[in-house]
RNA sequence: GGGCGCGUAGCUCAGGGGUAGAGCGUCGCCCUUACAAGGCGAAUGUCGGCGGUUCGAAACCGUCCGCGCCCACCA
């Protein structure tokens, strides 16, 4: 039995509502019914404007973490607020079959099993993976529907489904005629590993200690030597290169020297490259196996020659044949000193190593055919959209680190050497024809054709997504009604890996229309402490796990309050506790509302029938929906939630709340107004908290207003009251004045009686002088909401508050503290004497009266009367205390 | 080597020329008929150091110290 039922089992007549939010109870069908309804499928048919968000699609190698949660939870936040404003919102949904990331996932499961890919076969291997996709896919999608995601599902797409795959070979065909992808061999970083070509970005750099061993090359009089920390590519040396002015070699330049371990002898070559003060000035040079020494020999006319094979050991002959590079570099620097031509001792050197980004494994540069794509005019074009403001980026602190990737990119390699992904969609004919299919084409079939073996880099249909998913190359409605995107939201880590290509391929295939308006760059989840999640340190989040524990909207609430832009969000389950404490605020306190007849029938009163209260809470009101909507407006998800949290919670369900039960007890027509003042409080509020928190917000109104939705409800505006109509919506400053005093009233006295030692039930006998104060009409509240008990027969005055020009006499029976009460008084009379002391200091300073702006000398010159007051204010109430 | 950012309450972070803020945590009192997942009250910071600009600096500038991230063909 839960501890909802044990409640409702108590005898006290219960409104429909429980009394504690059980979420996981109420959101999974929730969800179903939405999704049921049909409220997330976008129509391309429709005349509303568009709003399109496409998913920043997951990985299918395993299940949904907390940095997803998140992201999610702004698309959802963004795209349910437009949905209710009226837009036909797309939120698109699909997955990325993430190439190589999948493969190793899947070669893993295989390894447990005692085989690897080759065991299965290229075709068996791939059925295996597909395997895997509909596991983790159905996972993914599970997470995404507990999150409340409200995406079309029928438009759910995968990168390699048909209609994608068809989109990625139509995009190859139309690269490959405008000459924008071509094959070469080059230099590429290569994954020992992995056993494939990957890009540049998917190198990770970390400073690694290694050795620099100087090396004597050459015989005779003609020697020099060489500073390497990889002595075992020396196999595969076939220069020397100097600097051109570099007078110490100058003698040397042009010879031949003999390579130390081989019988090959090699050219000393005059290089602009070379440092003259680094190392010994002069440079080892091995073309197939580094990039600068590649460059170098393309320029010198050089030729390559591989000493190692795709596992990075060596295969010259000779007796380093079979070791790997890391073994074979010992036995190298070992071979050398036994011939004397270790000239210094080995010295330790940190530099900078490349590792593969999915397996850490140290990248081997290797000389290899590859295909590329020519970023130069592309990358113009991405940079020129974001430069033209045609792109607005989001904050803007992250353009610049988008142009120095796009204004200095070199070509990309697009193929990989892998089994799981999108086959490279050209064909070698026994002739030595190469032939670039396009997505219509027949494949040829005579004798002698084959197809390349390579799939592309994943990161090439991710490219495509903004419009792929939209149908593309068709003409459909839906590309047609839908693209561009209206934002895209992502994390800053894959701006370079997906952004920018999206952005390239986008206005290239789209005849210059980038794939988004905007760009909303957000942070990496961290833990509570700031670390970075990983499962190896063991502070990784399952977002399930937190969700049954306090619901998704506390998750999706405790996630968006994080969110400041661009900056890494911190979580810890303390504070999703604390935000399902809040979930569970918003239901008692509509529930308070629903016991007390809160309504949303009729129009509002008119504003001369409503009390100050009501129109100071309608006043406020106002303020924060247009709060709330610059912040979504500029991608504020922390300062919105933050503001609707306080709102709700300090001046809705806390204030407010308290003195509308004045209000309820007296009944008649002030009664009736606040039922619908209330009513129309929580409508709007519930409507604002929605796209944040869906759920509980779901219940309660549908509860509240006996509505079908708040997800198809409209967004709300300012609200109008009648009688008072003003163009921003009712305002009342008067009012939100004449409350603020109110509270100041009674958080003093609450402070007097607490530091007294009343306990907050207490009733206590008091006299109120608040005739002529603007407090007039709310005695009875103060009353109430301070325990005041009317004054009686023996009554008798042992302290007096006079706030603000009332006056509230406290019988207190003689029990009161004077001795704790004049040491406090005291101390405030002091802070207000000091305050008193810098006001007047600052108003009889000329400089400052004549630099200072009107506006900062009227504050102070109000901080000052306000200072006076209080003294005035404590003074009294000195006065009034008993003697000791 | 270049670029960006950050050092504010015990923790995580907002703020940003005019009296220092939030959440969580801490302390005290209370089961006050929506909510103890709650209410009320309280404490807590020479806003990293040092200079400068200014009537006024936590904020702007310089510099130093300490962190983080991104980029780069440092043999």
């Not at 936040?77 to 437009?82: F, M």
């Not at 068809?166 to 924008?180: I, N, R, S």
């Not at 670039?436 to 054709?449: F, I, N, Q, V």
């Not at 409507?687 to 917000?697: C, G, Q, R, S």
Request: proline fraction near 6%.
């Amino acid at each position: 039995m839960t501890e909802n039922t044990q409640h409702q089992n108590s005898s006290v007549p219960e409104p429909e509502l429980p009394k504690t939010y059980a979420p996981a109870e109420v959101e999974g069908p929730l969800y179903e019914r939405w999704v049921d309804r049909g409220y997330f499928a976008a129509d391309a048919k429709s005349e509303k404007p568009p709003y399109t968000v496409v998913i920043p699609p997951p990985n299918v190698t395993g299940s949904l973490h907390l940095g997803h949660a998140f992201e999610h939870t702004l698309i959802d936040a963004l795209t349910r607020r437009k949905r209710m404003q009226g837009f036909e919102t797309l939120w698109q949904p699909g997955m990325d079959h993430a190439g190589i990331a999948t493969q190793n996932v899947v070669e893993r499961e295989l390894a447990k099993e005692g085989k690897s890919r080759h065991d299965l076969g290229r075709e068996a291997f791939v059925e295996r993976v597909w395997q895997w996709k509909n596991e983790s896919g159905g996972q993914i999608s599970g997470q995404m529907r507990r999150l409340g995601d409200g995406v079309d599902w029928d438009r759910e797409r995968f990168t390699m489904d048909e209609g994608l795959s068809q989109a990625v070979k139509t995009l190859f065909k139309k690269l490959y005629d405008d000459e924008l992808i071509y094959r070469a061999e080059r230099i590429i970083n290569w994954c020992p590993r992995c056993l494939t070509a990957i890009s540049d970005i998917e190198v990770e750099y970390q400073d690694d200690e290694g050795e620099l061993v100087s090396v004597k090359y050459g015989e005779g009089e003609e020697t020099l030597v060489v500073a390497t920390t990889r002595a075992e590519t020396m196999l595969g040396d076939t220069a020397v290169a100097v600097h051109p002015d570099d007078e110490r070699y100058a003698h040397l330049i042009g010879k031949r020297i003999k390579l130390p371990l081989t019988d090959r002898s090699i050219p000393v070559v005059a290089d602009t490259h070379v440092d003259p003060e680094f190392g010994t000035g002069a440079v080892k040079v091995t073309p197939a196996h580094d990039p600068n020494d590649f460059e170098i020999g393309q320029r010198h006319d050089l030729p390559n020659i591989a000493v190692m094979d795709e596992h990075a050991v060596i295969t010259a002959h000779g007796p380093f044949q079979g070791l790997d590079r890391l073994e074979a570099r010992s036995a190298i620097v070992g071979a050398l000193r036994a011939e004397g031509r270790i000239v210094a001792e080995k010295r330790p050197y940190t530099h900078s190593v490349g590792h593969c980004s999915r397996c850490k494994t140290t990248v081997e540069p290797r000389l290899s055919m590859q295909w590329w794509v020519k970023v130069g005019p592309l990358a113009k074009a991405a940079g020129d959209a974001v430069r033209d403001g045609k792109v607005k980026v989001h904050p803007q602190e992250m353009e610049k680190r988008y142009f120095d990737w796009v204004d200095n990119l070199h070509d990309w390699c697009i193929s990989r050497q892998l089994w799981w992904g999108h086959r490279i969609p050209v064909w070698y004919g026994p002739n030595g024809e190469v032939v670039c299919l396009g997505p219509d084409d027949e494949e040829p079939t005579g004798e002698g054709w084959t197809q390349d073996t390579d799939v592309l880099d994943t990161w090439f249909s991710s490219g495509l997504w903004p419009f792929s998913t939209l149908g593309w190359p068709e003409q459909t409605e839906s590309l047609e009604k839908f693209y561009p995107n209206s934002v895209l939201v992502t994390g800053y880590d894959i701006l370079f890996f997906w952004v920018a290509r999206m952005m390239m391929f986008g206005l290239y295939a789209m005849d210059g229309t980038p794939p988004f308006h905007t760009i909303v760059l957000h942070g990496m989840v961290r833990d509570q402490f700031g670390k970075k999640m990983s499962k190896s340190f063991g502070n990784a989040v399952n977002p399930l796990d937190w969700m049954d524990k306090y619901g998704s909207d506390a998750l999706r609430f405790t996630l968006a309050r994080g969110a400041n832009p661009g900056v890494d969000v911190p979580i810890g389950e303390d504070w999703v506790q604390g935000s399902r404490n809040f979930a569970n605020k918003i239901w008692n306190a509509t529930r308070f509302a629903l016991m007390n007849g809160a309504t949303v029938e009729g129009e509002l009163p008119p504003a001369e029938r409503l009390s100050a209260t009501d129109r100071w809470i309608l006043s406020r009101l106002n303020s924060v929906v247009a709060e709330v909507d610059a912040y979504y407006e500029d991608y504020q998800f922390a300062k919105l939630s933050d503001a609707l949290f306080h709102f709700a919670w300090d001046e809705v369900f806390d204030w407010y709340v308290e003195l509308t039960k004045t209000t309820f007890q007296e009944g008649g027509q002030a009664a009736e107004d606040t039922k619908r003042v209330l009513g129309e409080v929580l409508d709007v509020t519930l409507k604002l908290l929605h796209p944040v928190v869906p759920f509980v917000t779901e219940t309660l109104w549908t509860t509240l207003t006996g509505n079908e939705s708040l997800v198809i409800a409209d967004w709300p505006t300012a609200v109008s009251v009648p009688g008072a109509d003003a163009p921003g919506g009712f305002r009342d400053e008067a009012a939100e004045r004449e409350i603020e005093t109110l509270q100041q009233v009674i958080t003093e006295v609450r402070r007097f009686r607490s530091d007294q030692g009343l306990q907050p039930g207490q009733k206590v006998p008091a006299r109120l002088t608040l005739d002529g104060t603007a407090l007039a009409p709310h005695e009875a509240a103060i009353r109430q909401l301070l325990r005041l008990q009317p004054e009686g027969e023996g009554f008798a005055a042992t302290a007096t508050l006079p706030v603000s020009g009332a006056t509230v006499a406290l019988d207190l029976s003689g029990t009161i503290d004077v001795a704790a009460e004049r040491k406090r008084l005291a101390k405030d009379l002091a802070a207000a004497e000091k305050e008193i002391t810098a006001a007047n200091a600052k108003l009889t300073n000329e400089a400052f009266l004549a630099k200072a702006p009107d506006q900062v000398v009227d504050k102070i010159r109000g901080r000052l009367s306000k200072a006076e007051a209080d003294i005035e204010r404590i003074k009294g109430q000195l006065d009034a205390l008993p003697a000791a």
